[in-house]
């Protein structure tokens, strides 16, 4: 891989700050869409949900931006998302794929996607998840299946023929998009993009290194010998 602009796969920033997502289109003119949720919000010290959502709406400049629903009854569920889906077309809904009592999502997935809103079914990390989910799509609406594929990543185990079934699913559904979520290194990038994901999120710490893709290996390596005698000289080291 060469270049940023040589991959098939869409990059979504996630994160809470919205200087970003107005600058992205000068620093990062490859950024095709935006994401969040509650605990990067909570991190970045949002306060007032509907006021943030609104302005990075604005900021996004029509790229599909998702929020998270955050009630754990799903009758509240469904209120927040209708919500959420009436402030921008280019809104999508995020909502988990089970209450925090483990309890499925799956029926509320049908309902609202069948209703014409954009929803992006989130947490998943499991195949039996992502069958339940993607059985429930409107095949018609447009949405995002997001798995944690850092995080099955995390447990030991492989996510990439993980994220080879679950393109096998959405073949059905032609409208659904696939997305790699949590990466944890600019590898998992090629990966999602060879396996055929539609879309990976990059978080600001990636952002920075994404200069880093197609360097040469002899130039980085000189790079780094070089950090390495800077860094024992600062610190005055004798022996």
């Known amino acids: 891989m060469s270049a940023i602009?040589?991959?098939?796969?869409?990059?979504?920033?996630?994160?809470?700050?919205?200087?970003s997502i107005e600058n992205c289109r000068f620093d990062f003119p490859f950024i095709k869409?935006?994401?969040?949720?509650?605990?990067?919000?909570?991190?970045?010290?949002?306060?007032?949900?509907?006021?943030?959502?609104?302005?990075?709406?604005?900021?996004?400049?029509?790229?599909?931006i998702s929020f998270e629903v955050f009630s754990d009854e799903?009758?509240?569920?469904?209120?927040?998302?209708?919500?959420?889906?009436?402030?921008?077309?280019?809104?999508?809904v995020k909502i988990p794929v089970t209450n925090t009592g483990g309890e499925s999502s799956c029926p509320l997935i049908g309902k609202l996607s069948g209703d014409g809103i954009r929803v992006?079914?989130?947490?998943?990390?499991?195949?039996?998840?992502?069958?339940?989910?993607v059985a429930a799509l409107d095949r018609d609406v447009p949405a995002i299946v997001s798995i944690f594929a850092g995080r099955v990543a995390d447990t030991g185990r492989d996510p990439v023929p993980l994220m080879k079934d679950c393109l096998a699913l959405l073949e059905a559904h032609p409208r659904a998009e696939l997305l790699w979520a949590s990466p944890r290194e600019l590898l998992n990038i090629m990966q999602a993009d060879e396996a055929g994901c539609h879309i990976i999120?990059?978080?600001s710490d990636l952002m920075?290194?994404?200069?880093?893709?197609?360097?040469d290996l002899e130039e980085f390596s000189l790079e780094t010998v070089?950090?390495?005698?800077?860094?024992?000289?600062?610190a005055g080291f004798r022996l």
Do not use: C, H
């Not at 799903?74 to 999508?92: K, V």
């Open 74 to 92: 799903f009758d509240d569920m469904e209120r927040q998302a209708r919500i959420i889906a009436s402030w921008g077309t280019n809104a999508y």
């Open 201 to 203: 999120t990059v978080t």
């Open 120 to 133: 992006n079914v989130t947490a998943m990390l499991s195949p039996g998840q992502a069958r339940g989910a």
């Open 226 to 234: 070089k950090m390495f005698y800077n860094d024992a000289r600062a």
């Open 33 to 64: 869409g935006f994401t969040t949720n509650p605990t990067l919000m909570r991190k970045a010290g949002v306060s007032d949900y509907e006021a943030f959502a609104r302005r990075a709406i604005e900021a996004a400049k029509g790229l599909p």
């Open 5 to 19: 602009k040589d991959l098939k796969i869409k990059i979504f920033m996630d994160g809470a700050d919205i200087g």
């Open 208 to 215: 920075a290194k994404l200069k880093l893709v197609g360097k």
